[in-house]
């Protein structure tokens, strides 16, 4: 009974470190199809959504029909079906640098699925299977390393104070959630510490611009919530109504937005960011 108990505990670890190292999804499709199906689309979105917290390292997508139609034709439907899964991956702010696979297989045969009814079978076949695997943590340093003393870094805040015209400010720790337009809980605090001091501010004039991650050329991503191809502009403008919500003069104030036409180069969570630029400071007011 021990030993049984033993690779009981052996085999149940080994699924545990197996799903510790990998996040898996499958998207199935009708007949002859690769368009996903909006039922599928959504399951699909809230995996998406579910990769927002998770340092990924790879994204691998491949694409699988069942056994019906010619070789030739199922590895290009199959293939078809692996780049509309990447399509919704690079429109929802996935970084296309994270994706390494992108396959079609061809075909699946019947004996891979333990079922009966062939028309099942056929159906779990037509499918995309979507493999991610999360960074591993990075392992503590054993010694403690004396760090040389540096200067604090000036706030958002700080450097609203000290604003002149021409300045750009990038609100480095305002983060939005993976293609929606309003910000993280825990940016909510430092959005508000920032409407204060624009309206302890009333000298400067300023644009607020929105910015996204992850899309392909210069092209906006898409608001989950409104379905529009508009989030940097949507982002822009969640900004500016909190500020004016807040008591900051709507005629001090505009919005733009800057799609992807200026990454910062770093974790793609980065660019989904809003900044303001400084466009006219009245001395009279200071």
Known sequence: MNK???????ILNSVMAFSQEQLTHEVYFETDKYEVPST??????????NL??????SISIFGFCDDRGADSYNLILSQQRADA???IFSNNEISEDLISNVDGKGK?????VEEKDILKIRGLNRKVEI???PK???PKPIAKVEQPIVEKEKTVVDLINESTKGDKIVFKNILFKTGYAAVTPESKKILKEIADALVERPDIYFTIQGHVCCTQYTRDAVDRKTKKRNLSEARAKYVY???AKKGVNKKRMRHLGMRRKFPLGGDPKFDRRVEIVITYVDDKLK
């Open 40 to 49: 599928e689309k959504n399951r699909l979105l809230l995996f998406i959504s």
């Open 108 to 112: 699946v045969l019947l004996k891979i």
């Open 4 to 10: 049984l108990l033993v690779a009981i505990l052996i």
């Open 241 to 243: 109504d909190y500020f």
């Open 136 to 138: 591993q943590p990075k």
């Open 52 to 57: 927002n917290d998770i340092e990924i390292e």
């Open 131 to 133: 493999i991610v695997k």
């Open 85 to 87: 899964i990447k399509t």
